[in-house]
């Protein structure tokens, strides 16, 4: 009996193991790992059947069992300094950064077919650049990354031609491999792998990279693979696993929101109501405790998109009175990830009814279907009807026609568009007007961040715009901070939340407590010529847990 009820722990210990590392699974998670057979590993690539890795000191291609590590078979390196491999179905490619000379200072890259037999050369090419360290197989032609000019290469494996070329993820690429749709790019600054649309070059996905220096990848049908040139490692990696987002580096936090009215008079402030946003759970955050008060709310509201407030009323503040009002938040933050690949996302006709009927109406700093907003989406969107290329075009319309300017202006977005410039507010209304009229749900959040040290106080705040796609729900998204040089920058802000921020406020605009406003709103009455100053503050502080 006991042993059948040990026997049952067990088995019920493996189920629980197993369904957990089920849930927690995400993309780029490491699965298994093993030793590189040398101590510098600069290539990598899958047969179908087994792994080849190229090494730099060693000059040699190693055949290695990808369940073991287990070296299989090995071959001569075809020049001095082999780095990225490709497999063709049949045959190794190799690029080497030194071509047929091994002088340090003379990079001559070369691109050398290989007999993976024997290790003869079956042909020999001029790589299409100067430094290529990874390689890729497409099927038809090769793909090459170079860390000195920074681009990813497409080119004919006849005689080097360059077929199509782009800008690389960010500024120091190492490893490239190709999943039968999409590159991968590893960086090794960034410490970050990129998923790359080939067409456009537009980074899709962003993972952390398992190791700190990745300097190949290589795709074996479903998992992908990098080699850690200072671990010395060969890591597995989930991709597509179904989990749509990462949550990591938890903080602690206490805001102290402040909203303060003080009266210069000579008259006085007769009535004055002050509605302060009272954050929630979010996926990047969990409010501890009760949010507290420093003085208690006349009352709590709830405006028409479900964004409560705390309602403070105040009557006859006399000249020289200044009244105060906080709202004061512990809350835990994350850093937020979504792993957003565009064949999961549904298609237009796929968002729910009621969410569609809630978040694409119009107002006046929308206009929706102003002939500006009309113009641009036809000309933006087209036919266009998977909902991640239809915000993904939007996007990179914004970034490349905006300018970001702060003046102040909360200008409509047909106007902003006119102008070509913007601040935060003035990018998320027109970003929901192009998306509410191209068929996408869209609204703003609005939160206070925290400024660098751990005690700050932010006076400037943050708006910013979360869109509903099919499959995986409102998602973040943020031309302002997206309007950046390198694909990596232009993306980054895609699918993420910060854990430096705290939101307050969700809204589609127009609010009865809020206005267009965020964090906080007030209205008042007063006597003639009278004085008022409003001052609001995030007062950020750290807290130590017991």
Known sequence: MKLFNLKKILLTLCFVVYFISQISAYTGEVTFSFKTPGNYPTG???????????????????????????????????????????????????????????????????????????????????APSKSPVGLAWDGEYLWCVDDKADKIIQFSTVDGTTISSFPSPSTSPTGLSYDGKYLWVSDRVKNEIYMVDPETGYVIVITDAPGPYVQALAYDGKDLWAADYEEDKIYKMKLRDGVKFKKKDEQLHKVVYWHKVKNFGPGKILSLDVNIALPEDRVNQTI???????????????????????????????????????????????????????????????????????????????????????????????????????IRNLHQYLIGHLQYIMDGAWDTAPTVISNGHGSCSEYSFVFISLCKAAGIPARYVGATWIKGDEASMDEVYHRWIEVYLPNYGWVSTDPTHGDRKSPRGQAFPIGLVRNKALITTQSGGGSETLSWSYNSYETYTTDPKTNVNVTYYGDWEPVIEK
């Open 44 to 126: 990598l690539t899958f047969d179908g059947e087994n792994l080849w890795i190229a090494d730099r000191e060693t000059d040699k291609i190693y055949s290695v069992d990808p369940k073991t590590g287990k070296v299989l078979h090995t071959i001569e390196s075809p020049a001095y300094w082999p780095m990225g491999l490709a497999w063709d179905g049949k045959y190794l490619w190799n690029a080497d950064m030194r071509g047929l000379t091994d002088i340090y200072e003379d990079r001559d890259g070369m691109i050398f077919k290989i007999d993976p037999e024997t290790g003869n050369i079956l042909k020999s090419l001029k």
């Open 288 to 390: 501890t405790g009760d949010i507290k008060y420093n003085k208690e709310p006349d009352k709590i509201e709830t405006d028409k998109w479900g964004q409560k407030t705390a309602h403070f009323t105040y009557k006859d503040i006399e000249p020289g009175k200044e009244v105060k009002s906080a709202v004061i938040t512990t809350f835990k933050s994350y850093n937020v990830r979504y792993f957003i690949y565009p064949e999961e996302v549904g298609e237009l006709k796929d968002i729910p009814k009621d969410i569609k009927d809630k978040y694409l109406g119009d107002n006046e700093k929308y206009q929706v279907n102003s002939p500006i907003i009309q113009k641009t989406v036809k000309k933006v969107v087209g036919n266009e009807t998977n909902a991640y290329w239809v």
